[in-house]
C-alpha cells in the first residue's frame, strides 16, 4: 500500500550504504523508535548486525511515547500503535510501512539492504537451525516478554498511576507472578545453555540472542526482576559474550547506570515468592 511519506526528522544526513551506484539504489529506511524501549533496541542491534546505522543505513525518528506520538492521530501514528516502524522509500518514491520488530527485522534480512546480497542470517540457516531460532525467538516474546517481564511491567509501580488514571488496576499478584516466570525462564535458558549454547539456538549468534538480551536487560532495569547471576553462570557467561559485539556495544544497555555491577545478583530484597522457584 502505497503512503504519503511521513513528516521525517532526519536525526543526521542519510547517506546509503557505500556499495550502491545511482543505478543500483536500495531502499531508503527510516526507523522509529524509542532509547528507552526494549522492543526497538533489539531492531536496532539487528540493523547494526547488518550493517545499518543511524545516519549510514537509514534514518532515526525518536518517538515520545508519552506524549502518544504513536497512537491513532499522533505525530508518527504506526501500524500497530507501538513502536518500532520502519518506513520504507522504493526507487520508484513509494513509500510502505512496517510495524512489529520481526517483521521490520525479515525484511531487512531477506532484502540484504545493507550487505548487497553477502548473506548475513540471523534467523537461522537450513530447516533445523531456523526452527530454533523461531522456537527460542517466539518462546522469549510470549513466554519472558509478554507473560514474564511484560506482565510484571504492567503491574509494577511505574506503571500504575499511568494504569489507574484509564481505569486498570495494577495488581502485586501479576506483578510477583511475573517476576517469577521471568527467573523461572532465565533457570530454563540456564540449563539450554550449559547442555548446548554457546548461544541460544546452539552454534551461531541470531536474532533469538538479541531478544532474549533486550528482554533481560530491561526486566533487570527498570522492571526490577531479580538477577541471581551467581546462580546463573552459562547465562553470565552468554550474557558477556553477547554484550561484547559491536552491535550490542553501540546500543548498550540503557538502563545500567555507567560503571554499576551488572553481574552482581540484584534486586533480590523484597521480592516474595522468588524462593520457590
Ligand atoms: N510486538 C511488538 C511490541 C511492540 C511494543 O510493545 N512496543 C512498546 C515499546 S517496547 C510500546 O510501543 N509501548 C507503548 C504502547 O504500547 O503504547 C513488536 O515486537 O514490535
Redesign the pocket.
Known sequence: MATTTPNIEHSRPLRRPSHYTDHNMPPLLTFYG?RL????RRVAVFLAEHGLYEGAGYAYVDID?YKGE??RGGKYETP?????MMTITLEDGSTDTI????AICRYVEESQVATGGERVRLFGCGPLQRAKVEMWTRRV?LELLFSSVGKAWYHGPTLAPMRKSSGLTAHTSELQLGMRTAQRFYKEVERELQAKGPFLAGEDFTVADITLLCVLDFGAGPVQVPMLWSKLPHLLAWHVRVSARESVRLHKDPYRPQGSPIYADRNVIGVQGSSKL
Do not use: C, F, I
Request: aromatic letters at 0%; charged letters at 30%.
Open positions: 524509542a524501549a526494549p522492543n526497538p511515547m504513536h497512537k500497530n500503535r507501538k513502536v518500532p510495524g512489529e520488530s520481526l516474546e
